[in-house]
């Protein structure tokens, strides 16, 4: 497996008095390519931060609406990948190429969910071969959840958020999605240096603990929040979004034919709410 982080040499300059330049090594968030295949055959690559790979596999699936349930997947596992080891002339295992076989019965996608080229990490929905794919049928609708959230504790969400993102106190460079009961508590956290990524990690672990659809609970994301994040929380049942930074107009627009609460600009003592309101009382 890769590693979360990489040491490089950085020179630092600093402009204080006159030019004051050191020398130090610097933690860069390391990423590489994952590959995932549908039994055999390549389906997408994405330019994540290794680790919780299964996760984001998972996810992934559930938000283009291939699967609903994690016993639809009956395996996943690593595959060799391109580098040849030098002694011996075989493929060498990366860990960047990841091979799922669906269950019996479970249909495999058609054409309209394949992405025609590399999915960036900034990238959720990039690459599709069909807009008409995109706007994937949730099979858990949200409109009718009739939880209720308590603005001081939404308010509060991001910072809680932020005490678990460990590598990024480190890097600098990434992104985090959490997943919390009504109530606050944390249910899941991951980062990776695609903001689509780190909402599969969690999304996908939640479906592997059977935890989903994740009705009366909210995903946060330490970010803006755009189309494909809004689409992959309504792919998973969650009723409510609350993002650190502005959502875009196709998000809103999604998230009120939904029924979802969408907060963005979440940044104590304010916020901003897009949608939803009534869940708050307001």
Request: glycine letters at 10%; charged letters at 20%; a negative charge.
């Amino acid at each position: 497996m890769g590693r979360v982080t990489v040491r490089r040499p950085v020179t630092r300059v600093t402009l204080d008095d006159g030019v004051r330049v050191t020398r130090r090594p610097d933690a860069l968030i390391a990423e590489e390519p994952l590959e995932l295949r549908l039994a055999g055959e390549a389906l997408t690559v994405t330019m994540r931060t290794p680790g919780e790979d299964v996760h984001l596999a998972h996810g992934f699936l559930l938000s283009e609406g291939i699967i609903g349930a994690a016993d639809q997947v009956s395996t996943a596992r690593y595959c060799a990948g391109a580098v040849v080891d030098d002694e011996f002339g075989v493929p060498r295992n990366t860990y960047n190429v990841l091979d799922l076989q669906l269950a019996p019965g479970v249909p495999l996608p058609g054409t309209g969910v394949v992405r025609n080229f590399t999915t960036t990490a900034a990238c959720g929905v990039c690459g599709k071969t069909s807009i008409d794919s995109i706007e994937q049928q949730t099979r858990w609708p949200v409109d009718d959840d009739p939880v209720r959230f308590d603005p001081q504790v939404l308010v509060g969400l991001p910072e809680v958020l932020r005490e678990h993102q460990q590598a990024f106190d480190r890097t600098g460079a990434l992104h985090a999605a959490g997943l919390f009961s009504a109530d606050g508590q944390l249910v899941r956290a991951a980062e990776d240096v695609g903001r689509h990524n780190a909402v599969d990690k969690v999304l996908g672990w939640a479906l592997l603990q059977g935890l989903l659809p994740a009705r009366g609970h909210v995903l946060v994301l330490s970010g803006r929040v755009g189309f494909e994040l809004v689409q992959k929380a309504l792919m998973a049942g969650v009723p409510a979004v609350v993002a650190v930074s502005a959502p875009s107009s196709l998000a809103v627009e999604m998230a009120d034919r939904a029924g979802m609460t969408l907060l963005g600009f979440t940044r104590a003592p304010s916020f901003n709410v897009y949608t939803g309101a009534e869940r708050l009382g307001l």
